[in-house]
């Protein structure tokens, strides 16, 4: 059986966080009834014409230097054209020739290695219509709201050899575009949408095969699943001496497999020319300065940041810095309680453990970060057990009260008196002679017992610092 490698290029349309269409004033929202987010301009009526709107560019620009792309000083509009129901003006205003800018790359891991993943081009474009299908009936309707929605596609060089690198690149473009706050990365609402190219080749060969493809992937593990299965099917077609077709295939995650949807067309199909309705584009290099003297600490520095300043381990990085709001949730949070490393560990497995149950983003956190350091705060305090913050902390997370406050209502505070502390544990002593004795005789895992007995006697209140310290006192006089 022959040796088969994958290639795979991706597609990636980012929807920008403009408040207004690409080329008019239009409403971008999500979700307003249908066709009232429409204009002449947006639907292409006679005698209408599109202005670009300056904001797409300049969050354009802001990925392109992320990106380490070229940026051309030039750029054309292009009219792609095609027929379809959702596209009113019979033509889609994107760029061909001359796009925005070109040859860039990111890295990614890859089986504990980096490497790194190029970028052809990225340019902008507006966004088509969207068709609605009743299920009752053999009628589809239109919604135009979404058309002149303001796109930035983003091409990649075909680099990616394996479904896995396929959505780490994923990963790290979204990661990379809500550190820029220029797209939400949503792929559920469409916002963030991945088409994928892929061909098989013999192991070792340079040459390109026949490629197909993959739409209507809404999630990373859809676009690994459809990958993971195109590779499977290519590779029986080309072992079963059968030709793959390039053409267009549809991924239903239903059924985990990939279906026919048209043939694959190719550029001379669109019948591209320069939009005669909009003036060429005109970089300068203070445009480009200004834009960069905007950008935010990008996620790889911060990683390494993270790393340097607060000492913690690469995977702690990693994890903290995949989302902005996440990093600096971390940050606030060690403003006030300067333990890193504790920090990081109690958002690492308390609190993602909790939004994740919740279903929520750490934008919609019920527990500031300000709140979560004052329940660490009192930890160190030696008010209450680390036991009693996890109860403390899952309470604030359901109601959103200051630990303060809970602590209070409940009458947690820790124990500390050590006085106090002696009279429960010879207490605790004295009604167990039998299992003092067992200890002496070296059944040492006894002395967990006594530590069970004297926190349950008080509630879990008393400190165990000062419980060890005084049941080894007790029990090892001489020791």
């Not at 796009?99 to 890295?107: C, M, R, V, Y």
């Not at 010879?426 to 007995?453: R, S």
Request: net charge negative.
């Amino acid at each position: 059986m022959s040796e088969w490698e994958a290639v795979i290029g991706l597609e990636i349309h980012a929807q920008l966080l403009t408040e207004s269409k690409i080329f008019c004033g239009c409403s971008t929202r999500f979700g307003g009834e249908p066709n009232t987010h429409t204009c002449p301009v947006c639907l292409g009526l006679p005698g209408s014409l599109p202005v670009l709107n300056k904001k797409v560019v300049d969050y354009t620009l802001r990925m392109a230097l992320a990106t380490h792309c070229a940026i051309a000083l030039y750029s054309l509009s292009a009219r792609k054209n095609y027929f379809y129901p959702d596209l009113p003006k019979g033509y889609q205003i994107s760029q061909f020739e001359l796009p925005l800018a070109e040859k860039g790359w990111i890295d990614i891991e890859g089986n504990g290695q980096a490497k790194r993943i190029g970028i052809t081009r990225i340019h902008i474009e507006e966004d088509a219509g969207k068709l609605i299908h009743d299920e009752a009936r053999p009628v589809s309707y239109v919604d135009f709201n979404r058309t002149g929605v303001p796109l930035m596609e983003i091409v990649s060089e075909p680099d990616l050899r394996t479904p896995e690198e396929a959505g780490e690149y994923l990963r790290r473009l979204r990661e990379i575009l809500r550190y820029l706050d220029i797209c939400d990365g949503n792929m559920e609402e469409g916002s963030f949408r991945c088409d994928a190219n892929i061909s098989l080749r013999p192991k070792g060969s340079t040459g390109l095969g026949t490629k197909t493809e993959l739409k209507n992937m809404n999630s990373f593990k859809h676009v690994e699943k459809a990958l993971e299965f195109e590779i499977r099917r290519q590779r029986a077609v080309l072992e079963d001496r059968g030709e793959v077709i390039q053409e267009t295939r549809l991924w239903d995650a239903a059924r985990g497999v990939t279906l026919s949807m048209r043939g694959k067309e190719e550029a001379h199909d669109y019948r591209y020319f320069p939009d005669p309705d909009l003036i060429p584009l005109e970089i300068n290099q203070e445009w480009i300065a200004s834009v960069r003297e905007s950008l935010p600490e990008l996620p790889e520095i911060r990683r390494q940041r993270f790393i340097s300043q607060y000492e913690l381990p690469e995977y702690d990085a990693q994890l903290l810095t995949s989302s902005k709001a996440l990093a600096n949730y971390f940050e606030e949070c060690v403003r006030i309680h300067p333990q890193p490393k504790t920090v990081s560990n109690w958002i690492m497995v308390e609190l993602i453990r909790e939004l994740k149950r919740a279903e929520k983003e750490i934008e919609q956190c019920p527990v500031s970060a300000q709140d979560l350091a004052a329940l660490l705060d009192l930890i160190r305090e030696g008010a209450i057990s680390g036991k009693m913050a996890k109860a403390v902390f899952e309470e604030m997370f359901e109601t959103g009260k200051p630990p303060k406050t809970i602590v209070r209502d409940r009458g947690l505070v820790q124990m500390t008196d050590a006085a106090q502390i002696q009279v429960v544990i010879e207490e605790v002593l004295k009604n167990n002679p039998d299992k003092i004795a067992g200890y002496q005789e070296g059944k040492t895992k006894l002395f967990g017992y006594f530590v069970g007995e004297v926190m349950k006697k008080t509630q879990g209140k008393a400190n165990p610092k000062i419980v060890n310290e005084i049941l080894r006192q007790k029990l090892d006089p001489s020791g």
